[in-house]
């Protein structure tokens, strides 16, 4: 298995909204990742997860909340988000932390 | 300047011609180096990685490094109409004590048939 998988694939929310962004890996890599990307832009880093520690947060608002149950889950908890946070939100993994990342696909999220 | 920097484009490349596209960065120290491709409404995909100067080539693409002149290329040969995205560069790059994977603002590359 080699695969990154997010869900779910598209997210519309309300600004008084609670949801959450989910991604799995089962490639027993142990750091994982959330970017943030908007139109025609790169990915921006948020989060990053080491051996299940939070060891980056790169300054995000707190409604934005990651979360990493296991080595092999990562979620993000959403919560009174704003318009300006519609984005293109990727999850990420890498075998130790400092080498290639491999994506998820992706959600897609518009917060009305 | 940026950490990672590559000319937003875009590019115009005719089909089956050689598509050059560049990279610098800032960190002397950085050692690992990699291309994404990225087609519009899709997730990165890791093409090349590379990581001691020279030349690696995998098919029609081939990665370049130069870590004196702090510079990193990708050529794609015999380009394709499906070769037609974004193409983004990222360098692990250590900031604030820790090592951070900095996307440069990516190429778009067109193929035209």
């Known amino acids: 298995d080699t695969e990154v998988t997010q869900t779910p694939k598209h997210l519309v929310m309300g600004m008084t909204n609670k949801k959450s962004l989910k991604c799995e890996q089962h490639?027993?890599?142990?750091?994982m990742y959330w970017y943030k990307q908007k139109a025609k832009k790169p990915p921006e880093l948020m989060f990053v997860y080491s051996y299940e520690k939070l060891s980056i947060n790169e300054s995000v608002p707190s409604r934005f909340s990651p979360e990493c149950p296991n080595s092999s889950l990562l979620n993000l908890h959403l919560h009174a988000l704003q318009p300006e946070d519609s984005a293109l939100y990727l999850c990420a993994s890498s075998l130790l932390g400092t080498e290639k990342l491999f994506f998820g696909s992706g959600t897609q999220l518009s917060v009305l | 300047q940026k950490e990672v920097e590559q000319n937003s484009g875009p590019l115009s490349v005719p089909e089956g011609a050689i598509a050059s596209l560049n990279c610098t960065y800032s960190?002397?120290?950085?050692?690992?180096f990699f291309w994404y491709r990225q087609y519009s409404g899709k997730s990165p995909e890791l093409i090349m990685s590379i990581y001691s100067n020279g030349d690696k080539e995998d098919g029609r693409f081939t990665a370049q490094l130069n870590k004196a002149s702090q510079y990193v290329s990708l050529l794609i040969r015999d380009s394709q109409p499906s070769d037609s995205a974004t193409y983004l560069c990222?360098?692990?790059?250590?900031?604030?004590?820790?090592?951070?994977?900095?996307f440069g603002q990516g190429t778009r590359l067109t193929i035209n048939p």
């Open positions: 990222a360098v692990n790059i250590r900031l604030q004590g820790a090592q951070k994977l900095v």
């Open positions: 490639m027993g890599h142990r750091a």
């Open positions: 960190d002397r120290g950085s050692q690992s």
